[in-house]
């Protein structure tokens, strides 16, 4: 008889299409190492008939009962992983990794997060508009349109900043309202409308070159954007997102696989004295057992292996910055234009899909989960900090929301961005969060006085299908 233990096991992530396939050994599959403590189970739901009758002329009364199986409920699962950003070289690593640029080691799971269609998988849609402005003003908004590019069905709309603001006509961004299909180039963006005054605008089309989360990928080290791995949410307002399959090695040949499975939530949490950890939970459709690894020649383990120590990030090194933006269609706060530089002591930040699995309830039968259904998504957190006197410190932060004239907003706008691993050197990742929704902070009466509060991340125009929410950019050095 063998046991199994944990500190034994290991984790194969295969990334599916957008179909909902894996197709073999032209694909990667992820070696993802694993914390302690992770899970995965799947239960039944059941139904129970019961008698219930008066006293027989004999002095019975029945008083049995029976079980159905109804159907299986979802796979839940969850784990955690270190968060590590890393750079790769031209002729280092396997698949994905095999070429120069920026990885995370659970960048697959975060693309699941965000996006529909596996990690380079190529798309035919409009995902956005660069905007060029101009000087026009303008009284309504004008009709946005395309034209050639090969592909049909995108539709756009362009907002206009509002009235007070220094702006105020003139277009502020495009949302993309449909991103069509077909187009093997980039069409024409044309505007039709009359400006009262001024020049034109100009806008460029951008054709979604890949239908997972991914904007780019930095090739060398450094501090600037273009040398980051970035991706966001820009494509995550879908019915369902990315499936996959998850297998878990406990040893022994002893591996069991989950089928269909998606991520649901993250939860990256600011302990000062540990490392970037991020939790991660999410479902699936089955269970089976099986004796060996799906085949596959190209398992990436590059990034997370026991040898690659450099890639670690320390919390301690966090910081956070929190400012006044402006343009977004929800409230402007009127709150001076103060960017705040606070000190965190902990907090967390935690993205949502809200998934529900859809379980037929057919009679006679057990019925099993099909596919699943994404619901609202959340994106927030919260954050502690010292009560600090001082320009842009959290004294300041605090007087400013609770003056009379910001107590009268309904809806904030600050732009937030968490620094894991500080704001310059590697590793580190920033999470950016442009349209906040901040609460009024509590203070906490300890030794030394603290505030703490939660924010809410929301999209700068609720109803468009390019959401800005979040964006998460990762900064490695080589292994």
Not at 140 to 169: M, Q
Not at 354 to 373: A, C, D, F
Request: include cysteine.
């Amino acid at each position: 008889m063998a046991l199994f233990f944990q500190r034994d096991a290991s984790l194969v992530v295969y990334p599916e299409t957008s179909a909902g396939t894996w197709t073999g050994g032209a694909d990667t599959a992820y070696t993802i190492p694993l914390l302690e403590g992770f899970s995965f189970s799947q239960t039944t739901n059941s139904s129970e008939v019961t008698l219930s009758e008066m006293e027989s002329t004999g002095g019975a009364s029945r008083r049995g009962r029976k079980m159905f199986n109804d159907s299986l409920a979802p796979v839940e699962w969850s784990f955690s992983t270190y968060l590590r950003p890393f750079l790769s070289g031209a002729s280092s690593g396997t698949g994905l990794y095999g070429a120069a640029g920026q990885h995370l080691v659970d960048e697959v799971l975060w693309n699941a997060l965000m996006a529909k269609g596996r990690l380079g998988e190529v798309g035919t849609e409009i995902e956005s508009i660069t905007l060029t402005p101009g000087s026009s003003v303008f009284t309504t908004a004008p009709t946005v349109g395309f034209s050639g590019g090969g592909g049909s069905g995108a539709t756009a709309t362009a907002i206009l900043h509002p009235t007070g603001h220094a702006d105020a006509g003139k277009i502020s961004h495009i949302n993309v309202t449909a991103g069509g299909s077909g187009y093997s180039s980039a069409p024409t963006v044309t505007f039709s409308g009359s400006p009262a005054s001024g020049s034109g605008h100009s806008g460029v089309a951008v054709v979604g070159d890949a239908d997972d989360s991914l904007l780019s990928r930095g090739t060398a080290a450094g501090n600037a954007d273009a040398n980051a791995l970035i991706m966001d949410t820009r494509r995550s307002n879908k019915a369902a997102l990315e499936t996959f399959g998850l297998e878990f090695n406990l040893g022994n040949s002893q591996i069991y696989k989950l089928t269909k499975c998606v991520v649901n939530s993250a939860t990256v949490n600011f302990d000062v004295d540990g490392i970037a950890t991020v939790e991660w939970s999410g479902m699936g459709a089955t269970i089976a057992s099986i004796s060996s690894h799906t085949a596959n020649a190209k398992n990436i383990t590059e990034g997370g292996r026991a040898a690659d120590t450099s890639n670690f990030i320390r919390n301690r090194l966090t910081s956070m910055s929190i400012a006044y933006a402006d343009g977004g269609s929800s409230d402007i706060s009127p709150i001076n234009d103060n960017a705040y530089a606070l000190t965190v002591t902990g907090g967390s930040i935690s993205i949502e899909n809200n998934i529900s699995y859809l379980t037929p309830e057919e009679l006679g039968v057990v019925n099993k989960p099909i596919e699943h259904v994404t619901g609202v998504r959340n994106i927030g957190g919260s954050f502690t900090c010292y009560l600090a006197s001082g320009t842009g410190g959290s004294k300041e932060f605090f007087d400013d929301l609770v003056n009379d004239t910001s107590l009268g907003v309904t809806t904030h706008d600050f732009a937030v961005t968490f620094n894991v691993g500080g704001t310059t050197g590697q590793p580190r990742v920033a999470f950016e969060m442009p349209h906040c929704h901040v609460e009024v902070p509590s203070h906490s009466i300890e030794d030394v006085i603290s505030l703490e509060t939660n924010f809410s991340s929301l999209q700068s125009d609720m109803e468009s299908n390019v959401p800005d929410d979040f964006k998460i950019k990762a900064f490695g050095k080589a292994l």
